[in-house]
């Protein structure tokens, strides 16, 4: 999924930490989701300026992972790393959104199994919500 704004009026200086808050559901009972942050040039050209992964059964504790139940809607705050960037005026700010960033990240099979002993990949139905009530955004550290 990708959000991506109008070409930008004047210059935008994003500097400090990038976090997504995300409101998504799955039909798997594990699942990744990944943000990256783009900077969209005139030409077309798509820079990567950060990105950051969270797998849904650490969504609340690294150390002690649980797994989601299928459909429910969960709130995952997935940190995207730190950048220094002035979007340009005419360029475009990107937001991508997957379940995957391989081979950057270790495939996710999706399947809720110890990992490394997988012998199966599930295909996710995966959903973003962005409503009233799931007010799905990334925070960006503007400078003014």
């Given amino acids: 999924m990708c959000y991506t704004t109008e070409e930008l009026t004047k210059d935008l200086e994003v500097t400090g930490p ?63 790393g730190v950048t220094a960037n002035v979007f340009k005026k005419g360029h475009k700010i990107r937001l991508e959104i997957s379940s995957s960033n391989f081979p950057k990240f270790d495939r996710n099979p999706n399947t809720g199994n110890k990992f490394g002993f997988d012998s199966e990949l599930k295909i996710a139905t995966q959903k973003i919500y962005h409503d009233s009530n799931y007010q799905s955004h990334i925070i960006l550290p503007i400078i003014k």
């Fill in 18 to 80: 990038i976090k997504l808050v995300l409101y998504a559901s799955s039909d798997a009972i594990n699942t990744d989701w990944t943000g990256k942050l783009v900077d969209v040039f005139e030409s077309g050209y798509a820079m990567n300026l950060c990105d950051g992964i969270l797998r849904a059964s650490h969504r609340d504790s690294f150390t002690n992972p649980e797994p989601i139940v299928p459909g429910q809607v969960y709130r995952y705050e997935i940190d995207l």
